[in-house]
């Protein structure tokens, strides 16, 4: 069979076919080997929330691959910024076999639509990462004023310290005017910074920590009260309520029933002193002890030396026996007695006048006349020689 001839003209288009079919498979192999991987590419954010993507450029090709970065599709009004190092970049060349990391921030702005919105990262001529963002409500200009513990609880003579935090989430810098609705006789102060303030400035989409610190009035009722506390522009305001919960307010009195803080004593003797504790605030007093202190070699004992229970405006009846060192010269001495609790104490300074026994007295006296006679002996026996 004789062998058929092929003209150089019917050889030419197969081998262009062969060398683009080659040429194009080299190229998608080589593009193939660069990859742009990040764990999540579909993550749901309200409006005005700052996206931080890590993504890692992966070489697994033998040569080195230089990846030109970018972002294509990104809807409008949304920024973004990459870094890698602590440096802005658009290329990274990543060796054989090896990966490089960046880091992609996308803010999401305020004024937009509820919805998906889809974009690319791009390492050009290499490959591409496609990311969705779901907005999760609908965009708009408002301020949030909100707190980790709006309630609390504690006697009326105390402090309620709330930690909120006011957020501005319009598109421009907004100066709050701070303001309470408490009841009449409450005191509340807000902080910013640690200094107190009555308005602060927040820049767009910032917050601002707020200390608000309650001081409600000292004889007020066990109960609950509401606190409103509002942080209000010409353009938007947002209110928060705070509540706190009084057990009431702890105070008494320690007096005796004349209102007579004063006496006198003996050396060596004790004296009885009637007092009356009062419970002068709006809280059942529990555990109530009595102390004294007194100058020294001294003594003081009550009956009772416990009370158990007060409720409040109610007294009760003590009796404390003050015994004077018996050594004690004449004059003026303070003794400190004191009721006390877990939350309040009373005291009453007592002072004491000590007088000099009269046993003491009358042998002086006796000394004295001895000392005369004595005298009156030695001048009738001598006088007259």
Known sequence: MPTRAYKPKQLLFPLLLAGLLQTGFHSTTSAQNVTLYTPYT??????GQSIDYSIDVINNGKVVKNA??????????????????????????????EKKNFSLQVQVPLKINKGTYAFQVLAKGLTQLPIAVIV???GTFKTEFSTGQANMEGAANSTFTYNATLRNRTADAQVYALRSFAPPGWNVTFKANYKQVSSVNVEANRTQ????????PDQLKAGKYKIPVQAATEATSANLELEAGITGSYAMELTTPQGLLSTDITAGDDKKIDLVLRNTGSAELRNIDLQSAAPANWSVTFEP??????????????TAV???DKKAIAGDYVTNLEAKTPEVSSRAAFRVSVETSMIWGWM??????AALGGVYRLFRKYGRR
């Not at 030396?305 to 003590?318: D, H, N, S």
């Open 209 to 216: 920590d707020i200390t608000i610190e309650v001081n409600p």
């Open 68 to 97: 030109d970065i970018a972002v294509a599709g990104l809807p409008k009004n949304w920024t973004y910024e990459i870094k890698s190092g602590g440096w802005n970049v658009s290329r990274l060349s990543v060796l054989p076999g």
């Open 42 to 47: 579909r993550i749901a954010v309200p409006p």
């Open 364 to 369: 002086g006296i006796l000394i004295i006349l």
């Open 305 to 318: 030396k416990k009370i158990e229970k007060l409720p409040a405006g109610q007294t009760a009846q003590v």
């Open 322 to 324: 003050i015994k004077a």
């Open 136 to 138: 999760s409500e609908q």
